[in-house]
């Protein structure tokens, strides 16, 4: 669901700005707003993509030296990405809510045309870490505990 999101976000982040481009150079009459919303289209996601694309194992990685390891390797290298990528969650989700909230209780704003409040753009780092979190958590479960394929000894 939330990759469907993201996708449509993605979608929208380009009407808008096509709608920019043909509004700047066609009628020389450019818009206040299609930058920083598309901005925040982009950023939002992203992030709430991030966990779609661990689900599908999708993220980049290096595996040059992959292909040399054994399966029970495989997975032991598997789980420490997986718990590498948990902790960076945590932290994420630790510092970024921090940064979220005191935007928030001291009602920043981006000081632009808009003045969208910044905590519009900031919460969705401590959103998109906290389901990438329970993504990963979900992908060690089915490491450790699927009986089709057997997990790091």
């Avoid at 980049?60 to 789980?79: D, H, N, Q």
């Avoid at 959103?127 to 505990?145: C, N, R, V």
Wanted: aromatic share 16%; with cysteine.
């Amino acid at each position: 669901m939330l990759g469907h999101l993201a996708a449509w976000f993605y979608f929208l982040t380009g009407v808008i700005i096509g709608y920019e481009v043909i509004a700047r150079y066609l009628f020389n009459a450019p818009t206040i707003w299609a930058q920083e919303i598309a901005q925040l289209l982009l950023l939002w996601a992203t992030f709430i993509a991030i966990s779609r694309a661990l689900k599908r194992d999708q993220h980049i990685r290096i595996t040059a030296l992959e292909a040399f390891l054994s399966e029970v390797a495989k997975k032991w290298l598997k789980l420490f990405s997986l718990l590498f990528i948990a902790s960076l969650c945590v932290l994420a989700v630790v510092y970024g809510g921090s940064i979220f909230w005191d935007s928030f209780e001291r009602g920043r704003s981006t000081g632009t045309m808009l003045n969208i409040p910044n905590w519009w753009t900031e919460v969705v780092i401590p959103l998109g870490f906290s389901i990438l979190l329970l993504q990963a958590l979900a992908e060690i479960f089915k490491l450790m505990f699927d009986t089709e394929r057997s997990a790091p000894e």
